[in-house]
């Protein structure tokens, strides 16, 4: 094999919003109809706010072929056809942020401001239609189920078994949590065994963030990109900590969109605090529940879908772990890759070990999601990236 | 000179409860008799449930000479000359969360289940005591006085006044906000003006975190260490992105026991974010009200109070700053390194070069609070560790 099998950890999907109304149970779609004016207004204005409305206009302009993969199969398939993806795993929201399932189940899954009964069924929406989608390409595709279990874990195990028997890969629930239940509690555990059971991977993706603590200042945004991914990896510190990776041994976590930058100093921190110091010995015995340091549980339990990393993050591969990271797109949210995929991942890789190389850019989200590499060699063939532009020697 | 001036840049003291009654305006002295069996009472059922109470007994059993330094000049000037420890900066909260000021005012400054004029009038009392304790000896103690800003700035302002023309050296203010308004806001800005025109150093410290995220099971001392030192680092990012250490460039802030080893991955973060990425292009302009990079200010605005610092955070010392490292000893709590001082600072610097153990040991805390240092001088003759014990060759 002289390419690369490309899977993006990373990519998005979402129906433009009225279009959700015929995925919704037939009891919601009179709420729909009273929401959707209001969800398009709020996304209008949230771009006016903190999304540059103008920039992302630009962006698109001239692009919308490509940008109506978002939901359209046809364009979805020429897009990573052309940008060398096997592969992908999808989260929800589409083009930039506008394509999100309604009352408020999209990227950052809020708790406050939402109707839990309504979030959940704007979520099952978006997990039927998901659910087509990736049926008509399930070799490449690894849908994920949105699942809001902060309101009801009973209702999240059904939604789990829904999503496995419907051919998706893995869960996406909320990163924070607000006045709910956190994620050491012990009433999620029937929630982490059936995804452990079924082998869905539960997917964290960055997004949410306190936004009320950033005021709407000129430092509002720097604040919230300095943070986002700190509340991207939150839950794992719980997890961690609470013995759920203890318990569920076999359970697979993802945490995308948060580089992986932060890796090597959190597992220090998580080690250094795991080990019985001067500090932390007047706080009695809080490690014995757990029989292995917290760096060996991210080592068997946790990968990181580092989208369009840059070259730094690929030099500190064997710090954060080889078989750790999983490249993303993005696809199709103007932070991505596409159009410009082979170009970036060339700067990223270049002149890296060819073993190596294979791991991040594909072998990982493989192997974490499942996919059947052996039924995607032929595609790999024609449209993934040729190992000889990788190159050190490469123009 | 063959002795290192060492300076604390992370002490603490506090007078047992009961005793800050003749410290507080006598208005609230009938508040004070109702609260005080509460506060007592909920100290010790804090012990029960996070500190080991067990632990923290055995700890103080025959240091009580030692830990009545927390309160009473004589032992405390013992037990720093036999510590080696020249100058301290000096936070609230005694031997270890038991001195506590009065109605809600100690280390936490948490904002709910107290009442604002009441946490004030705590904090009063507790700066009026700490001038007295300094003024003893004022060459050796930098006293931070509590500041309850959240809740009033215009209070703020006159307590820092009052503070400075007492002889205490900075503030203390919550890492925490709440639900009332963060750092970045606008209304802060006569605060750090009077902070920087005074030279007052704006202290935050670990201690307060979101414990009702936390739970009370196994797990929750776990996710309560590895996230504290990321609470005490928030405020930072705030004051960074909202453009106040660009407007207020002389403004001095200290980060105290977090640790350092989070300095380099942060400011890298910082910096990466600074930059005008694909990432961040969709977001508009957020950085050209700041003249510099985030580490830039952080060079110049910041000191971490590295408390009990391992061998391994002196390693780092080149990517943390050389200038923004300061020691400490934490006395007089339990995870602090008194009474080992000397062999803890050993075995942290040993053969490192003079120089740069000379700033991160005594000279950075001296330039950041104003300490004398020729006025410290003979007390450093007398009680300084010798320079030989650090030598690669010392036994």
Chains 1, 2 share one sequence.
Not at 9 to 14: F, P, Q, R, Y
Not at 131 to 160: K, S, T
């Amino acid at each position: 094999m002289d390419r690369y099998l490309v899977i993006s950890s990373d990519c998005h999907a979402g129906l433009p919003p009225e279009q959700y109304r015929d995925y919704l149970e037939p009891k919601y779609r009179d709420a729909f109809d009273v929401a959707l004016p209001i969800q398009i207004e709020a996304t209008k204005e949230a771009a006016k706010k903190f999304l540059v409305a103008d920039i992302n206009e630009d962006w698109r302009k001239g692009a919308e072929t490509g940008l109506s993969g978002a939901w359209d199969h046809d364009a979805r398939v020429r897009v990573l056809d052309a940008d060398g993806i096997a592969g992908e795993v999808i989260f929800p929201d589409g083009v930039t942020e506008m394509n999100s399932p309604p009352f408020g189940a999209g990227i950052s899954l809020p708790t406050e401001g939402i109707v839990p009964e309504l979030q959940w069924a704007g979520a099952r929406a978006h997990n039927r239609w998901l659910a087509e989608l990736c049926q008509m390409a399930p070799e490449r595709r690894a849908g994920l189920a949105i699942v809001p279990v902060l309101w009801d874990v009973d209702e999240a195990i059904l939604e789990v078994k829904w999503a496995k028997q419907n051919g998706l890969k893995g869960v996406f629930i909320p990163c924070m949590w607000g006045k709910q239940d956190g994620y050491h509690h012990p009433k999620y555990d029937p929630f982490w065994a059936i995804c452990e059971d079924l082998g869905m991977v539960v997917n964290f993706h960055s997004g949410a963030a306190p936004m009320e603590d950033y005021g709407d200042g000129r430092g509002m945004v720097g604040m919230y990109i300095s943070e986002v991914a700190w509340w991207l990896t939150r839950p794992l510190t719980l997890l961690i900590w609470s013995g759920v990776l203890e318990r569920y041994p076999r359970l697979k976590v993802a945490l995308t969109e948060g580089t992986s930058i932060w890796v090597p100093e959190y597992l220090a921190l998580l080690d250094f605090r795991y080990e019985d110091t001067p500090y932390s010995s007047k706080l009695g015995d809080y490690t014995s529940h757990l029989s292995m340091k917290p760096s060996e549980y991210f080592a068997r339990n946790v990968l990181v879908g580092a989208s369009c990393m840059p070259r730094r993050e690929a030099e500190m591969r064997h710090e954060v772990g080889l078989k750790q990271m999983a490249w993303g797109s993005d696809y199709p949210h103007p932070e991505g890759s596409w159009p410009e995929t082979e170009s970036q991942m060339t700067t990223t890789f270049r002149g890296l070990p060819e073993d190596e190389i294979k791991l991040i850019l594909g072998q990982n989200a493989a192997d974490w999601y499942g996919f059947d590499t052996e039924k995607l060699a032929p595609l790999v063939a024609r449209v993934g990236p040729p190992k000889s532009r990788f190159s050190a020697q490469a123009p």
